[in-house]
């Protein structure tokens, strides 16, 4: 079965402080992965695409690595910030599968001051 | 560009009643879809259009369900009648699909839904 699994399902932090979200995913075959961030009460909106033959793709402090061996990705944010607070969600795309996405549960983030 | 446009943002009906969101997508896209998003069952996928036409509606949870693409920059996803389970926040989104297929999706606002 096609599924993306993230972890954790939720996350505190102090602001300033970095962290790493988890995403595996047995979507197969592979097209691309994303990773969105969604803010409360808005719409997803995404900060990385990475295909097949990338394994790192930075987006100002926002740092995505996939392996595509494992089918693993992580999603780095560094030096985070309150604006950061919101729910990170693993996007995997099937090869042949036209537009059609599978998404992760998200990981809700909320930096503290 | 205004981006994907949806109304209304906030919809709060009783049960039993024909709900009816919209949604205007980016223009000069071809693809449109129509996701659910609950805290239980986070994003769901319901119906997905490519120029205007029904690709894939097997998310569509039921007969109440329906969506309509009459054109390039209008569709609407009607729930009739709601039960209080059709409770969500509905986005939906527009790509362009190239030859490659599987371009950016840029979501919408949302609506939020509350059928009591």
């Known amino acids: 079965k096609n599924q993306v699994e993230q972890s954790p399902q939720s996350l505190i932090i102090l602001e300033g402080k970095n962290c790493t979200l988890q995403?595996?995913?047995?979507?197969?075959?592979?097209?691309?992965l994303r990773w969105y961030k969604q803010d409360t009460g808005r719409g997803p909106v995404s900060l990385t695409i990475?295909?097949?033959?990338?394994n790192t793709k930075s987006n100002g402090r926002y740092t995505a690595t996939l392996d595509a061996d494992t089918k693993q990705s992580s999603l780095h944010i560094t030096a985070s910030q309150l604006s950061d607070s919101a729910s990170y969600i693993c996007v995997v795309r099937r090869n042949n599968a036209g537009n059609m996405l599978t998404f992760g549960g998200g990981t809700r983030l909320m930096v503290k001051p | 560009d205004a981006g994907v446009i949806q109304s209304p943002r906030h919809e709060v009906t009783e049960m039993g009643q024909e709900v009816t969101l919209r949604c205007k997508p980016i223009s000069g896209h071809n693809s449109l879809f129509w996701y659910r998003q609950t805290m239980m069952r986070g994003l769901e996928l319901l119906i997905y259009f490519n120029n205007n036409v029904p690709i894939d509606d097997s998310g569509m949870p039921e007969d109440r369900f329906s969506a309509k693409m009459p054109n390039a920059s209008f569709s609407t996803l009607k729930i009739q009648p709601s039960e209080p389970r059709d409770s969500a926040v509905y986005f939906c989104a527009s790509s362009q699909a190239g030859t490659s297929g599987g371009h950016e999706q840029y979501f919408g606002p949302g609506t939020r839904l509350t059928v009591t």
């Open positions: 995403c595996n995913y047995t979507v197969s075959p592979f097209s691309n």
């Open positions: 990475m295909t097949f033959s990338e």
